[in-house]
T-cell receptor
Framework: AQSVTQLGSHVSVSEGALVLLRCNYS??????LFWYVQYPNQGLQLLLK??????LVKGINGFEAEFKKSETSFHLTKPSAHMSDAAEYFCAVSDRSNFGNEKLTFGTGTRLTIIP | EAQVTQNPRYLITVTGKKLTVTCSQN?????MSWYRQDPGLGLRQIYY???????DKGDVPEGYKVSRKEKRNFPLILESPSPNQTSLYFC????FGTGGRETQYFGPGTRLLVL
């Protein structure tokens, strides 16, 4: 069974500082990997995803993530935090071999606070 | 505009009173799914559907039912709600991929309180 671990349920960074949200996964085969963002009282919005190809993936709003197979990680970064980045972020994986069910297994989320 | 809609957005009910949460998508997606979100647990899949009349259980199906009579709609039914079903529910849809690579689009969520 797959699992996702997000280190740090709460992360605070100053405006303009680097954002780093950590995600590690366990899977028998390299999975497909996703980062979603949830703003207050809203649904989940896809930030970026890794399926195949280049391991450094660029997403919306200046975020990017790098798939590191040797470390089973998919950490999310942004060079300079903006106040509008305050939200909850979810890392998710899906099973390449699970034909038919596009189920996402989610981490427990990281709430990002931006300090003015 | 491509979207997934859910109704109602907020619902307070009492134990045992049957309710239905509707989900509709306008993207002609084959795959639809329901998740519940609980603090500290992330999102967990309740049921999914690969196409019309094809549904199956996810990780936490107890106490829920679904149906898929039309491609665009995937209602979630709670026949006899209990307080442990108090949660935030999300519907999601995607085109049918080959094992989890397709982007899922999420609805805005339905916050349910069962007294």
């Amino acid at each position: 069974a797959q699992s996702v671990t997000q280190l740090g349920s709460h992360v605070s960074v100053s405006e303009g500082a680097l954002v780093l949200l950590r995600c590690n996964y366990s899977s028998s085969v390299p999975p497909y990997l996703f980062w979603y963002v949830q703003y207050p009282n809203q649904g989940l919005q896809l930030l970026l995803k890794y399926t195949t190809g280049a391991t450094l993936v660029k997403g919306i709003n200046g975020f990017e993530a790098e798939f590191k197979k040797s470390e089973t990680s998919f950490h999310l970064t942004k060079p300079s935090a903006h106040m509008s980045d305050a939200a909850e972020y979810f890392c998710a994986v899906s099973d390449r071999s699970n034909f038919g069910n596009e189920k996402l297994t989610f981490g427990t989320g990281t709430r990002l606070t931006i300090i003015p | 505009e491509a979207q997934v809609t859910q109704n109602p957005r907020y619902l307070i009910t009492v134990t045992g009173k049957k309710l239905t949460v509707t989900c509709s998508q306008n993207m002609n997606h084959e795959y639809m799914s329901w998740y519940r979100q609980d603090p500290g647990l992330g999102l967990r899949q309740i049921y999914y559907s690969m196409n019309v009349e094809v549904t199956d259980k996810g990780d936490v199906p107890e106490g829920y039912k679904v149906s898929r009579k039309e491609k665009r709609n995937f209602p979630l039914i709670l026949e006899s709600p209990s307080p442990n079903q108090t949660s935030l529910y999300f519907c999601a849809s995607s085109i049918f991929g080959t094992g989890g690579r397709e982007t899922q689009y999420f609805g805005p969520g339905t916050r349910l309180l069962v007294l």
